[in-house]
């Protein structure tokens, strides 16, 4: 054999071990984007779970406490508006802003409820309220489940050389589900 035709070889074994290799690279990553980004989504969808479980526990709520508290009818006001806000968000950030928006008035008609003896011996409103906190925790199970399944996503798409097959391929950053900046402070009760 003519060291042309060897020379041809070494060069075809070459492009050949290089084009498998850069298949190999493209596929496994974009099939590690795909199902990073499929655990994102399937972990917003049980967070929409419990979110949608306490949207509709609220308005039981909401009624059980106007019977006793009448005169509090701005937090009463506040809770329904932001029911509402959640109910006509669309977009992820929107349903993140407008959920820590109604977290923060469910616990102003918490600290309301403080004020009312007779409502908090209430049955109904003593399982409305279990209802309410167990889902809260859920909610919280759920967001942190979320969030790790969106750092894993962001830091795959992000890490060198897979951010260039993540920008090539359309993949952006998922959005964090974080607490609002009021909930470092707690709610203040006053009598």
């Known amino acids: 054999m003519s060291t042309g035709k060897k020379a041809l070889i070494v060069v075809l074994v070459?492009?050949?071990v290089l084009g498998i290799s850069l298949?190999?690279?493209f596929k496994g990553n974009y099939n590690t984007f795909v199902r990073l980004d499929e655990s994102v989504k399937s972990s917003w969808a049980q967070v929409e779970n419990q979110l949608q479980r306490r949207y509709?526990?609220?308005?039981?709520?909401?009624?059980?406490?106007?019977?006793?508290?009448?005169?509090?009818?701005?937090?009463?006001?506040?809770?329904?508006?932001a029911r509402a806000r959640?109910?006509?968000?669309?977009t992820v950030p929107d349903k993140i802003d407008a959920n820590n928006a109604l977290s923060g008035a469910l616990s102003r008609l918490l600290v309301v409820v403080e004020r009312y003896p007779d409502l908090k011996s209430n049955q109904n409103f003593l399982h409305l309220q279990d209802e309410l906190a167990g889902t809260?925790?859920?909610?919280?199970?759920?967001r942190k489940r979320y969030n790790d399944a969106v750092r894993t996503y962001n830091v795959a798409i992000r890490t060198f050389p897979a951010n260039l097959l993540a920008g090539l391929f359309g993949f952006t950053k998922a959005a964090f589900f974080d607490a609002p900046a009021a909930a470092q402070a707690a709610p203040q009760v006053k009598f």
Do not use: C
């Open 23 to 25: 298949y190999s690279f």
């Open 14 to 16: 070459v492009l050949l």
């Open 86 to 90: 959640v109910g006509g968000a669309a």
């Open 136 to 142: 809260e925790n859920r909610i919280a199970v759920e």
């Open 56 to 81: 509709d526990l609220i308005p039981n709520l909401v009624e059980t406490v106007k019977g006793y508290a009448k005169q509090e009818k701005d937090v009463l006001v506040e809770v329904t508006n």
